[in-house]
Every structure is written in structure tokens, then in C-alpha cells.
């Protein structure tokens, strides 16, 4: 586990070692602290052995307390935005207590519970007294305990499927992944379609309300693929497939920011969509990107003044200027910015490849589930409209 030799005093208290250098293989990790799979008492356990399982090493500090030493997948500096996930057993009626540590990070997601049957909530949680943990206490028998709702892999594929249903096509392979995942895609709409709608999902794996938003803004567009006349979709729903079953922070398998690296194209994930819109027929060219991610609040990027075109304007204000306050109990803002050369996000290589409105659409963290889909509909089905102002 990448970084967890650095970090092991931190967890137990215990005064800072130097690490051995990267070609000596980590000593034993000393007792009561396990790597990865399991910590146990004799009455409680704490355990990292399912898909999306974070990164953790974990300290015994009583017979009923465990210490998490949440880790990134890569050394710092790393995006913050730590992803935990574990789950827990006990016997007994006394609560169990788990204080949660970060190497470099700090706490940023409100922990959620789930009995594993995928109902969730949100648990309170209180600082340590140094102010740099955060203590659950729990006191069902047994749980899963998350950053965020856990949607893995395998739900992103039951959405294809469902997708794949409603549009009459079968689900489609990109490419695949470092791990051999595959990176999967359905279209919605004809393939001659001349204009095609990109949308993008899962580019940093902590990054769930965006996936929320994603799954039920494209659920919209499901419902209607037999009349979107000639506009066609591609969605893409989990681009990084790794980094979401192994629980990373940001970036995929081969240790990159996937965000980071439109234009430079150096990892099979990014190459994989590339491939599949440079083979597009001659008549079919893209009109819109949206990219989802998560964020502390609500908010489109969207391209700057200096770069957007009067008829990408037009079409901005058709589908989202004057609508910030309106979809309930999701406010949202617009944020224009200008593409940063070389930033190798995908919001700036679609403008700048296919001069067309590239957005990112970021939900917050925290944001109600509930609005935010109702909010995702929303905007989905105000979309085709909208599409209509980039035309000449």
C-alpha cells in the first residue's frame, strides 16, 4: 500500500520513522496495525475486503476503538478529496468507535451508513481533541461506512444495461482500462445522427453526486431515445473503472489525473473515447460535451468570455442563464472560465477540438439526492430545445 510506511506514526502515536527507499520492500507492519484486509478485537472488526474499499492501514486502540490511517493512491500532493470505505462487525451492545486520520488530506466527506441491503445516511461525526481526526461511532452490529454512497462498477453496468434497453443498441466497449476493465458506452438516438452529445462520468472515483446526477440526467434522455430526431448520445458513465474499484482518491491505475490528460492522451481510458470520435462517420460531428464531477457546490463551468461564441451564447442562455434559483432545492451557479493552454482537462479539449460548448457540470458534495436528480431531469429535458440555438 503506497504511502502507508510515511504514515503508520501517525496513526499510532508512535515517533516518525524514515522510510525505506522505494527498491527495499516495507518492514512487517508492527502489531496492531493491519494493512488493507482486516483489524480485529475480540469483540469488534474492521475490514477492507470488498470492491471500493479504501486504502487504509488500521490501529487497535481499544477493545472497542480502531484508528484509520486513510491513504491516496499516490504520495502527496494529491486533489483533496479522500475517499474511506470499510465495513464493520462487533458483538455486544457498547458502540464501536473508528477515528478517521489522512495522509495528505484532511476530512472532507460526511460518512454514510449503509446496512448493505443500499439504503444509506448520513452519520454525525466529532473532531478529535488535536483537531486533526474525525471519530464515528457506531452502534449497529455490523455496516458499511463510506465517503459517499458506494456506486461501483457493477452499477454502472446495470445502468448501461437499463440504458442499453430503453435505446434498443447494445452496450459497446471503448477500451479497456490498466486492470482490463472495460470502458463501456451506450449511444441513445440513431447512429447517423448528425449531431452528437458527449457526456463524460467518473473521472475522479470519489466523485458520486456528479454520478447521481448523471444516471438520472441520462435516464431522461433514455426515456425519449426513439424521437431525439438528429441529435445522437454517447454516454460514458465510469471512465475510470479502476480508480473506483480500488477506492482511489483521484486519479486511475497508472497514477494519473484521467482530467489531466485530454490532448496528451497517454492513458488507455482518455485514448479509448478519442478512438471512438475520430472513426465517427463523415456526417456525424459533436455539438456539446458535459463532463460530472463533484464539488463543494453546485455549479457549471462553462467556457469564458474571451472564448465563447455568439452562438455558443445563445445556447447557454437557452438552457441554463436565468435557472440558478430555479429548480428546487438545487441553486446552482455558472461560472465561465476561460481554457488555461495545456491544462489537459476535458471542458478544454472538446472546445478547443471541436469549437463546440464544453461544460463541467459539478454537483456539491452534500447536495440532496432527491433535488439533484429532480434537477438533472430538469436540465435534461430542456436540453434538445437548447441544442437548437447552435444552429447557424
Known amino acids: 500500500m503506497r504511502n ?6 501517525v496513526l499510532t502515536g508512535a515517533c516518525a520513522a524514515t522510510p525505506p527507499p522505494p527498491s527495499v520492500p516495507s518492514p512487517p507492519v508492527s502489531a496492531g496495525v493491519a494493512a488493507g484486509s482486516s483489524c480485529r478485537t475480540a469483540s469488534a472488526s474492521v475490514h477492507f475486503d470488498f470492491e471500493s474499499a479504501s486504502a487504509a492501514a488500521c490501529a ?22 479522500p475517499w474511506y470505505a470499510f465495513r464493520y462487525q462487533a458483538t455486544g451492545d457498547a458502540p464501536v468507535s473508528v477515528t478517521l486520520r489522512y495522509l495528505g488530506g484532511q476530512h472532507r466527506y460526511t460518512p454514510k451508513w449503509s446496512d448493505g441491503e443500499g439504503n444509506w445516511r448520513e452519520l454525525p461525526v466529532e473532531q478529535t481533541a488535536d483537531g486533526k ?15 459517499q454512497e458506494i456506486l461501483s462498477p457493477a452499477d454502472s453496468r446495470a445502468d448501461l444495461d437499463r440504458w ?3 435505446s434498443g443498441v447494445p452496450v459497446i466497449t471503448l477500451g479497456r482500462s490498466h486492470d482490463g476493465r472495460p470502458i463501456e458506452a451506450v449511444r441513445l438516438g440513431r447512429a447517423d445522427a448528425p449531431r452528437l452529445v458527449i457526456l463524460l462520468g467518473r473521472q475522479h472515483p470519489p466523485e458520486v453526486s456528479g ?44 497514477g494519473i489525473d484521467l482530467n489531466r ?17 475520430d472513426a465517427l462517420p463523415a456526417g456525424v460531428r459533436p455539438v456539446l460535451m458535459l463532463d460530472f464531477h463533484s464539488t463543494r457546490t453546485n455549479l457549471f463551468y462553462v467556457q469564458g468570455e474571451a472564448e465563447v461564441t455568439p452562438a455558443q451564447q445563445r445556447f447557454r442562455a437557452a438552457w441554463l442563464d436565468g435557472r440558478e434559483a430555479a429548480l428546487a432545492g438545487y441553486p446552482f451557479l455558472i461560472e465561465p472560465r476561460d481554457a488555461n493552454p495545456g491544462s489537459g482537462t476535458a471542458k478544454n479539449w472538446f472546445h478547443a477540438t471541436y469549437a463546440i460548448p464544453a461544460y463541467t457540470y459539478e454537483v456539491a458534495d452534500e447536495a440532496d439526492r432527491t433535488a439533484t436528480r429532480a434537477a438533472a431531469r430538469a436540465l435534461a429535458h430542456s436540453l434538445l430545445p437548447a441544442l437548437d440555438a447552435l444552429k447557424d
Open 60 to 81: 487497535v486502540t481499544g477493545e472497542r476503538a480502531f484508528s484509520l490511517l486513510i491513504t491516496p493512491e499516490h504520495a502527496p500532493p494529491i486533489n483533496p478529496s
Open 4 to 9: 502507508l510506511w510515511a504514515g503508520l506514526a
Open 164 to 166: 442499453s434497453a430503453a
Open 211 to 254: 454520478a447521481v446526477a448523471m444516471e438520472a440526467f441520462v435516464d431522461a434522455l433514455a426515456e425519449r431515445a426513439a424521437s431525439l430526431g438528429d441529435v445522437q448520445v454517447i454516454v460514458v458513465p465510469l471512465l475510470n473503472p479502476d480508480g473506483t474499484a480500488r477506492g482511489f482518491w483521484r486519479a486511475n491505475r497508472g
Open 133 to 147: 481526526g474525525t471519530v464515528i461511532r457506531l452502534s449497529a452490529a455490523s455496516g458499511m461506512v463510506a465517503a
Open 261 to 277: 490528460d485530454w490532448g496528451g492522451f497517454t492513458q488507455p481510458e482518455t485514448r479509448a473515447v478519442k478512438t471512438w470520435l
